[in-house]
């Protein structure tokens, strides 16, 4: 019995509350009668969409603390063209022994007499050499490199001298022996 009453109060504060809100709502017309009599109520009037604006965010999304998931290029992967390694030699100058001219070049400290024809640590092989540059192929990749043969260029103070016997062996790079002083 007890509930029925509490619940019979709360619902007449419910209904004396509506009216009271109604009651403010009501609107003056024109020449200042109240459409009270009249019966009618304004209803609340809310904003059109179009003032509201877009959502920043959609309104139902799923939300997650984790990172987002790194986005994946979609275009084709291109592997990336394979290239030579820098140019281990340089021009150092040239060598005529027995009547026959060699270019000299120089990888670090060692100095190597070469010839058209010849391989070089298995990776270069000699194609031409003539006045103005060498012409080295890299033998894995068969890409041309060129080394200009210049006569003012000089020998850095670090190279080697050739021993001239072991030059005379033709071919074969020959040994080297650091300069003396």
Do not use: C
Not at 4 to 32: C, I, K, T, W
Not at 111 to 140: C, H, K, Q
Not at 143 to 165: F, H, K, M, Y
């Amino acid at each position: 019995m007890a509930v029925l009453a509490v619940l019979a109060g709360a619902l007449g504060f419910v209904v004396l509350d509506f009216a009271r809100v109604e009651r403010s709502h009501r609107v003056e017309g024109p020449a200042g009668n109240s459409s009270q009599a009249a019966g009618a109520s304004v209803p609340l009037a809310l904003p059109e969409r179009s003032q509201l604006g877009e959502l920043r965010t959609p309104l139902f999304a799923s939300r997650s603390w984790q990172p987002p998931a790194p986005k994946i290029s979609t275009a084709p992967h291109v592997p990336p063209v394979p290239t030579a390694p820098p140019m281990p030699y340089r021009y150092a100058g040239k060598l005529v022994l027995g009547g026959r001219q060699s270019v000299l070049l120089a990888k670090g400290d060692l100095l190597f007499p070469v010839n058209e024809g010849e391989t070089l640590d298995g990776a270069y092989r000699v194609e031409s050499v003539d006045e103005a540059e060498v012409t080295l192929m890299y033998l894995p990749l068969a890409r041309e490199e060129r080394i200009p043969v210049d006569s003012s260029l000089p020998v850095a103070a670090s190279a080697t001298r050739l021993d001239p016997a072991a030059a005379a062996g033709g071919g074969q790079a020959a040994s080297a022996r650091p300069i003396s002083p």
